[in-house]
């Protein structure tokens, strides 16, 4: 059986369930899942669990994460993109760099952001945009998320009454960027929506790295992928086994590992107390 991370570019009208569902088809194999979605207008980089990966994934949902986007500001739309409907213009020509940037400082930290009504958060077991699309009435909890870097990158264009800019940001996992351009043009009294999306980082794993889905022919094996997140450790047989067994061990360590096994990944290990405990375990790995 196949088992890796692989890491795909994805390509804009795809959903991150097409995605998985062409890996299937072209690796031969199942058990594939995803590490985060992105919107079907979006590009840019999904981490994909193949086989045994899948049970990696779960530790790199909550990792930081880069984005490129281009904001529309004068126009509103009610999914904050540009797929939605228009709710609303409003002329941005005297809108300013400077006026701009300082919004954006007021948007740059710990915040508080209210998802787009049309996102994947699930309001009493159903997604949000599938509530959205029924006409259903709900509302959204606004939650804290932090916003390390929110710069723009180019000058600003006009286009008719409106003004788009091209911008980077450097942010925790749970943060909309269609919320941020959303909430930018509130500020600016004007509306804003996104009229592009690319993911370019996950944590360490670089977009640079990535493929075209169609692309894909090799995994990422799952010892260098762990190392990407976590410090590796090195077990002996004796450690490997007691792991195995559901036991906890002693390591000289601090922090959650990813502990090997004669260089196979054998499992995830948290610290309790004076111990260490495994979270997930990859049996597999494990060969007297």
Known sequence: MLSGIVLVDKSPGMTSHDVVAKLRKQLSEKKIGHAGTLDPFATGLLIMGVGSGTKLLHHL???????????????S??????EGEVISESSAKGLSLDLINQEIRNLTGSISQTPSTFSAIRIEGKRAYDLARDGKEFSIPSREVKVYHFQPTSNLRQIDKFIELDVIVDCSSGTYIRALARDLGTALGVGGHLTALRRTRIGEFSLEDAVAVHEVDSLRSLPEAAKKVFQSVE???GQAQDIIHGKRIALVAEET???TYQGN??????????????????PEAFHV
């Open 77 to 82: 739309t009610s999914t904050d993109d540009l």
């Open 235 to 237: 077990l002996t047989q």
């Open 61 to 75: 949902f909550g990792l930081d994460k880069q984005y490129q986007a281009t904001i529309r500001l004068g126009q």
């Open 257 to 259: 590992v990813a502990a």
């Open 265 to 282: 990944l054998l499992a995830i290990l948290e610290p309790i107390g004076n111990s260490y405990r495994s979270t997930t375990v990859f």
